[in-house]
């Protein structure tokens, strides 16, 4: 099982010409990055690259020196371009093996003939930590990655037992809309991120019906008393801003 630790920053990689095609509509990065930011994680990278291996391999291998932790989506089925396990063994330099616990476990559920696309589950890079759950397929992790499987309801089981080992520093959010155009209160937004460094302040505009123009204010950081000050000095320069009641949002 996975012991707690402490992160910093994660990065996560996409992989699929499909998201890059538009084929398929990417849902994975958008719900763990929501989730690591409850658990006070920062995700500092969010990278989507085709089913090539060199682009692949590039991308683990320099994402794995950057970041405590590299979390990868898609590409670790059965067919001919479902190759992330191969491209993370390229990515470390080490060789891809049948592990003997995966070729059990496929034993189990297909019986012993298995044919090479039964067996292609079985291949990791090695060495690979096997973290089981339950009687499924089990988490992989290779050094600091951990390989997730790219379909949204697989990706949320195996990412459901990933986030439990992970913790970092809580952050806090406070969210505003108003109506008013952005260019009425630009320059203020630049003076209190420089009077409020350890803030991030964030402003997205968006149209709640044809025709009407509403802006989403989003203030985060680590400290509380600091988030509430810059949110009262914020507040000086709105007309009618409606504070967003995260606590109860769906």
Same mark, same amino acid.
């Given at each position: 099982?996975l012991?707690?630790?402490?992160?910093e920053?994660?990065?996560? $990689?996409?992989?699929?010409?499909?998201?890059? *095609?538009? #084929?398929?509509?990417?849902?994975?990065?958008? +719900?763990?990055?929501?989730?690591?930011? !409850?658990?006070?994680?920062?995700?500092?990278?969010?990278?989507?690259?085709?089913?090539? =291996?060199?682009e692949?391999?590039?991308?683990?291998?320099?994402?794995?020196?950057?970041f405590?932790?590299?979390?990868?989506?898609?590409?670790?089925?059965p067919?001919h #371009?479902?190759?992330?396990?191969?491209?993370?063994?390229q990515?470390?330099?080490?060789?891809?093996v049948d592990?003997p616990?995966?070729?059990?476990?496929?034993?189990?559920? !297909?019986?012993?003939?298995?044919?090479?696309?039964?067996?292609?589950?079985?291949?990791?890079p090695?060495?690979?930590?096997?973290?089981?759950y339950?009687?499924?397929?089990?988490?992989? %992790?290779?050094?600091?990655?951990?390989?997730?499987?790219?379909?949204? =309801?697989?990706l949320? @089981?195996?990412? *459901?037992?990933?986030?439990?080992?992970?913790?970092?520093e809580? %952050?806090?959010?406070? %969210?505003?809309?108003?109506? @008013?155009?952005?260019?009425?209160?630009?320059n203020?937004?630049?003076?209190?991120?420089e =009077?409020?460094?350890?803030?991030?302040?964030g402003? +997205?505009?968006?149209?709640?019906?044809?025709? !009407?123009?509403?802006? =989403?204010l989003?203030?985060?950081?680590?400290? @509380?008393?600091?988030? #509430?000050?810059?949110?009262?000095? $914020?507040?000086?320069?709105?007309?009618?801003?409606?504070?967003?009641?995260?606590?109860?949002?769906?």
């Open positions: 099982m012991g707690h630790m402490t992160i920053r994660v990065a996560i $990689l996409v992989v699929g010409d499909e998201i890059l *095609s538009g #084929d398929t509509q990417e849902a994975n990065a958008g +719900y763990m990055a929501r989730a690591l930011f !409850k658990r006070g994680v920062t995700l500092g990278r969010i990278v989507v690259v085709p089913d090539h =291996r060199d692949i391999a590039t991308q683990v291998a320099g994402l794995a020196d950057a405590d932790v590299v979390i990868t989506c898609g590409g670790i089925g067919t #371009d479902d190759i992330t396990m191969e491209s993370i063994a990515a470390f330099d080490v060789p891809l592990h616990d995966l070729l059990a476990l496929l034993h189990k559920w !297909k019986g012993e003939d298995l044919d090479d696309s039964h067996r292609r589950l079985a291949r990791v090695a060495p690979t930590e096997l973290h089981w339950d009687d499924s397929f089990p988490l992989v %992790q290779v050094h600091n990655v951990y390989v997730l499987p790219g379909v949204p =309801r697989l949320r @089981q195996k990412f *459901s037992n990933l986030l439990g080992r992970l913790a970092g809580p %952050q806090h959010q406070r %969210q505003f809309t108003v109506t @008013q155009d952005e260019l009425s209160f630009a203020a937004l630049r003076a209190i991120q =009077r409020s460094p350890d803030v991030t302040v402003s +997205y505009p968006y149209s709640p019906a044809p025709g !009407k123009w509403s802006v =989403r989003v203030l985060k950081a680590r400290n @509380q008393s600091a988030l #509430d000050r810059a949110c009262e000095d $914020l507040l000086s320069h709105l007309d009618a801003p409606r504070e967003l009641d995260l606590k109860n949002a769906g």
